[in-house]
């Protein structure tokens, strides 16, 4: 255990002044959430830099984690030295040994510190010259180096710090405020959720659910899929809604072509008077232009009506092949592709208009008072929170909002 602490760099946050505390206050939160179980662990934050001090804890299992969380640009294992000059070298040699795959270096001192008996070109020649009497099958490369060691010099210490691990980037989930994510059992809706949680949204996911139309099994797929994102946010709220009564009314009263225009606008209804009861700000959706007859533009323009308050769908413009990378990536695909009954497709027509109109799908509707229904969706929701590695409602967890 060579190092002691991890230097952690911004991302995007250089370009936003204003909001630098907001965003480090946001970063800092999230990253205490996510180490909560190294207990040693202790985070600081200034103005520029964030530093994990590990007090014994094992940097690597922090730094896989660290490498999950948005708003970290990169970030450096790094390590303490005593100022004494052979300390520093065995520091430095120690250091280098104990990367693996390096085959050239150079060694890069700066002083904060003017009263260090060498300079920083001695100092680079000292620490440069006894890791290459020390190590076998490595070389100085001033030009172009696996790895550059950064030597600062200081009054009460000296820090060497090397390797720089890319970080997730985007903003601090809960930067950007909170948004209800309708979270499906298909492929794309948790993509969506995780490129909103990347771009600082808080997320709660509102899934539909129509027994016994759909089974358990969708259901679970859901847990699981939640179970999925809270990887990333550390904890999911999901609130599963009973539809099965509006589907059913939709199936008796609305025209066949115009029951799945009808569903996702009542979808969106329900979803929207969940979102005020929850005070977020937008609901996200994993709509990809024409991929199926209910991403028509006419679609979405038909559906949307249901609604004026902000619907972002990230995965608009992307190719579904596309989507489907970023599942496999963070691991929700495999989830995704089980098989399982959601209500869209139990429900789906055989002939889905592709080219809705607004006017006819409101006077359908007009002939059916969906209201009541609406609401007792809403009151008959079950709020579960969901945390990494969880794959099962946990009863106590499980508790009604209204
Ligand atoms: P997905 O892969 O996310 O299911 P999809 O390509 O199957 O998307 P649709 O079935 O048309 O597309 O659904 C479009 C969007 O509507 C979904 O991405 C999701 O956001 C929302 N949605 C669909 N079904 C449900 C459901 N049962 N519960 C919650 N949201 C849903
Ligand atoms: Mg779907």
């Known amino acids: 255990m060579i190092y002691d602490h991890i230097v952690i760099r911004y991302g995007e946050i250089s370009t936003k002044g204003r909001n630098r505390k907001g965003f480090i206050d946001k970063l800092k939160r999230n990253i205490k959430r996510a180490l909560r179980n190294f207990e040693r662990v202790h985070v600081e934050a200034d103005r520029d830099r964030m530093y994990v001090l590990l007090n014994g804890e094992d940097h690597k299992a922090v730094a896989s984690i660290l490498k999950g969380i948005f708003g970290i640009q990169n970030f450096s294992p790094a390590m303490k030295a005593e100022r004494d000059i052979?300390?520093?070298?065995?520091?430095?040699?120690?250091?280098?040994?104990?990367?693996?795959?390096?085959?050239?270096?150079?060694?890069?001192?700066?002083?904060?510190?003017?009263?260090?008996?060498?300079?920083?070109?001695?100092?680079?020649?000292?620490?440069?010259?006894?890791?290459?009497?020390n190590m076998d099958g490595i070389k100085v490369d001033v030009k172009n180096p696996d790895l550059t060691l950064r030597v600062e010099i200081r009054k009460e210490a000296i820090f060497l710090s090397g390797e720089i691990i890319p970080g997730a980037g985007g903003l601090p989930i809960g930067n950007s405020g909170k948004?209800?994510?309708?979270?499906?059992?298909?492929?794309?809706?948790?993509?969506?959720?995780?490129?909103?949680m990347k771009r600082g949204l808080d997320l709660e996911c509102v899934h539909f659910h129509s027994p016994p139309f759909t089974s358990e099994r969708s259901k679970q797929k859901v847990?699981?899929?939640?179970?999925?994102?809270?990887?990333?946010?550390?904890?999911?709220?999901?609130?599963?809604?009973?539809?099965?009564?509006?589907?059913?009314?939709?199936?008796?009263?609305?025209?066949?072509?115009?029951?799945?225009?009808?569903?996702?606008?009542?979808?969106?209804?329900?979803?929207?008077?969940?979102?005020?009861?929850?005070?977020?700000?937008?609901?996200?959706?994993?709509?990809?232009?024409?991929?199926?007859?209910?991403?028509?533009?006419e679609s979405m323009y038909a559906i949307n009506e249901?609604?004026?308050?902000?619907?972002?769908?990230?995965?608009?413009?992307?190719?579904?092949?596309?989507?489907?990378?970023?599942?496999?990536?963070?691991?929700?695909?495999?989830?995704?592709?089980?098989?399982?009954?959601?209500?869209?497709?139990?429900?789906?027509?055989?002939?889905?208009?592709?080219?809705?109109?607004?006017?006819?799908?409101?006077?359908?509707?007009?002939?059916?008072?969906?209201?009541?229904?609406?609401?007792?969706a809403v009151y008959g929701i079950e709020t579960v929170t969901i945390y990494p590695g969880q794959t099962e409602i946990d009863q106590e967890d499980s508790l009604d909002l209204f």
């Open 86 to 133: 052979e300390a520093v070298k065995d520091a430095a040699l120690l250091y280098v040994s104990d990367l693996n795959g390096i085959a050239t270096f150079k060694i890069n001192t700066r002083r904060s510190d003017k009263d260090y008996p060498y300079s920083t070109d001695e100092m680079n020649h000292i620490l440069g010259g006894h890791i290459l009497q």
């Open 179 to 196: 948004a209800m994510l309708m979270l499906s059992g298909g492929i794309d809706s948790p993509v969506a959720g995780y490129l909103s």
């Open 223 to 297: 847990l699981d899929l939640c179970s999925k994102l809270a990887e990333v946010s550390g904890r999911i709220t999901l609130h599963i809604v009973p539809f099965t009564e509006i589907q059913k009314l939709i199936q008796k009263q609305i025209p066949e072509n115009y029951t799945m225009t009808s569903t996702r606008r009542l979808m969106l209804r329900v979803a929207d008077r969940i979102r005020e009861n929850q005070n977020a700000l937008a609901i996200v959706t994993g709509e990809s232009l024409g991929q199926v007859a209910s991403q028509t533009l």
């Open 306 to 376: 249901a609604t004026n308050t902000p619907v972002l769908r990230p995965l608009i413009t992307m190719d579904k092949l596309d989507i489907m990378k970023i599942a496999e990536d963070i691991d929700t695909l495999e989830i995704s592709n089980r098989p399982y009954e959601d209500c869209c497709t139990v429900f789906t027509p055989a002939n889905p208009k592709t080219k809705p109109k607004r006017e006819k799908v409101n006077y359908y509707e007009s002939f059916v008072n969906f209201d009541e229904l609406v609401e007792e």
